[in-house]
């Protein structure tokens, strides 16, 4: 009998998983994950996106003792602990899922891909979602995303017939042993496939009629929005499960512009969004580090600016709302879209930081913390895309707009809970007299914005526009957009059709 090893990378599930069912009909199993320390290692890795698998695959181990399977958990670099398992128990194939991942990853599936030619093992890796390999017209991209989102989902094993591997198995080392950034949000989501089925009904049965309306408000958008993101991230339900389950939903509204309707619509259209940003990366990894239009190369990087930085990532910019944000990601793992970019435009413009340090540091704090979406919209928040119109949000008018009684503001920031409405998002101009009026113990600590905000907003939008004026770059634009830009088909209102691609939404009204 054949004997197979399977890797669950990022697909930390049984359920919808091609990677386990192929091997299953292969022959015997032996389930791994690998805890690669370098991977955990690098800038962009926290403890609480460690500990969040360390949750899924608890789960993840019961469902497979169900199949009669045990799932191992081993700690070395992917190619050495596979040299070792191989040693010990030869296999004939593995089975994992393409993963578009970080450039570690990317470089440690080259090394892995080099190690089982060497050996004349057949790796076997399907598409986990509508992310594809190799050559790919972009054209016919949305074609290809709505057959593999509309297809069957992969029925999982019965039983499986697993073999063990025979090497010393131990306890995978603690975050503190494997040294990575220690962050811990106290109120991050659990990982795991209950939790997982668990938020999506919740979003699907009770949340989603908020959806629309909701989701740019930092106050409103914890619970309006799905929440599905770390999940879908670290594979604990598939985007295809996703996309199906709130597709039945919709087609078992009886009113089709309820407002839960419109919700569940509105939500299934960014899980195309989710596939379009990670295609992006799969075509080209140097997105990570490099601009994806090169002509905007040197713009940002030799004027580093750690006094910035600092301000920036301890919350101390002195625009409320911005350092809101912060406080409430270090506390939750978590910030809506509108306010994720509200923090890279502000980062980008008057602070004037290019986006790769700015990324890491976001990247440790988003539990969903997905490369291909989040490089590429660092990149677009950034300006450095080349193919979309620059954002540039100004921060006051943001709090005006999506905290307009404060209450965000004072939530995570308690130094302002004493600051009469007026001021409370330009606390510096509170007048002396009055300060000694409203805090009769001791005065508020109000940090003054660390730069001025019109002028230096102004400063960065001409260096930007200069950049995007010259002749070179723009003429270089076509071939960005050829390459990365989205063939979007237009909104659409009405009630899916099964089967039918999901409403789409162009990437500026991506929040409402
Ligand atoms: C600078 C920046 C960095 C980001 N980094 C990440 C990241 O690392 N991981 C991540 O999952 N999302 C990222 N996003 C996109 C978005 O903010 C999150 O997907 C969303 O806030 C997650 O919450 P949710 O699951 O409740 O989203 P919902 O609004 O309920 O959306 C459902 C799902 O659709 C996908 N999605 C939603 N918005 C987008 C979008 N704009 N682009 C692509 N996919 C989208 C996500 O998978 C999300 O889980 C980033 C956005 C910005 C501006």
């Known amino acids: ?9 990022k697909d930390l599930r049984i359920h919808d998983n091609a990677a386990l ?11 791994i994950y690998i805890v690669e320390p370098s991977i955990w290692q690098g800038p962009d890795a926290s403890k609480q996106h460690y500990d969040f698998i360390l949750e899924s695959l608890r789960d993840l181990y019961v469902a497979l003792k169900k199949l009669g399977a045990t799932l191992h958990v081993l700690t070395g670099e992917a190619c050495d602990v596979l040299e070792r398992l191989h040693a010990h128990t030869p296999f004939d194939a593995i089975y994992s899922h393409q993963e578009t991942g970080n450039y570690a990853s990317f470089m440690r599936d080259l090394a892995v891909k080099g190690w089982c030619k060497n050996k ?13 390999r190799g050559r790919l017209d972009r054209d016919d991209w949305q074609r290809l995303w709505t057959q593999h989102t509309s297809q069957s989902q992969t029925p999982t094993p019965e039983r499986l017939v697993s073999f063990q591997p025979l090497v010393e198995q131990v306890k995978p080392p603690t975050a503190e042993q494997l040294a990575i950034d220690l962050l811990d949000p106290p109120s991050r989501q659990r990982g795991g496939r209950s939790q997982a089925m668990y938020v999506l009904d919740d979003f699907i049965n009770n949340r989603s009629e908020s959806y629309r309306g909701g ?20 594979g604990c339900v598939s985007v295809r499960e996703v996309y199906q389950r709130v597709m039945y939903a919709i087609a078992d509204e009886t009113q089709e512009d309820s407002r839960r309707a419109k919700g569940l619509r509105s939500m299934v259209s960014r899980l195309y969004w989710h596939c379009h940003f990670i295609q992006k990366l799969e075509c080209e990894p140097e997105l990570e580090f490099q601009n994806m239009h090169r002509g905007y190369d040197g713009l940002r990087e030799n004027d580093w600016n750690a ?11 002195g625009w409320p709302i911005v350092d809101a ?7 939750t793992g978590w ?40 490089w590429s919209q660092m990149q677009m928040q950034s300006g450095t895309t080349g193919i979309n119109i620059p954002r540039i949000y100004n921060p006051i008018k943001q709090a005006q707009d999506h905290d307009p009684r404060g209450v965000f503001v004072r939530k995570w920031l308690p130094e302002l809970r004493q600051v009469p409405d007026p001021w409370v998002f330009e606390p510096w101009k509170i007048p002396d007299d009055l300060i000694r009026t409203v805090s009769k113990v001791s005065p508020p600590k109000i940090n003054a914005p660390i730069v001025d905000l019109e002028m230096s907003t102004r400063a960065a939008k001409q ?9 070179e770059v723009s003429a270089e634009k076509s071939a960005v957009l050829n390459k990365h830009g989205s063939r979007k088909r237009p909104v659409l209102r009405n009630k899916p059709k099964s089967g039918t691609a999901p409403p789409v939404s162009p990437q500026h009204t991506l929040d409402f």
């Open 21 to 31: 069912a192929k091997a299953a009909e292969a022959g015997a199993v032996c389930c």
């Open 335 to 374: 910030i809506n879209f509108r306010m994720r970019a509200m923090l890279v435009s502000t980062a980008a413009y008057p602070l004037w930081l290019h986006w790769k340090p700015v990324g890491n540091w976001l990247a440790r704090h988003f539990l969903d913390y997905e490369p291909g979406i989040h």
């Open 463 to 471: 260096k930007l526009f200069e950049r995007r004026g010259r002749p």
């Open 325 to 331: 944000c912060v406080a409430m990601l270090k506390h």
């Open 307 to 317: 006094k910035h930085f600092d301000a920036l990532s301890e919350g101390r910019t």
């Open 1 to 9: 009998m054949a004997k197979s090893v399977v890797w669950f990378k």
């Open 120 to 132: 004349n093992i057949a790796w076997h890796e399907p598409i986990q979602s509508g992310v594809f």
């Open 215 to 234: 989701i740019s408000s930092p106050l409103s958008a914890p619970t309006a929005c799905s929440r599905i993101s770390p999940y879908l991230t670290h």
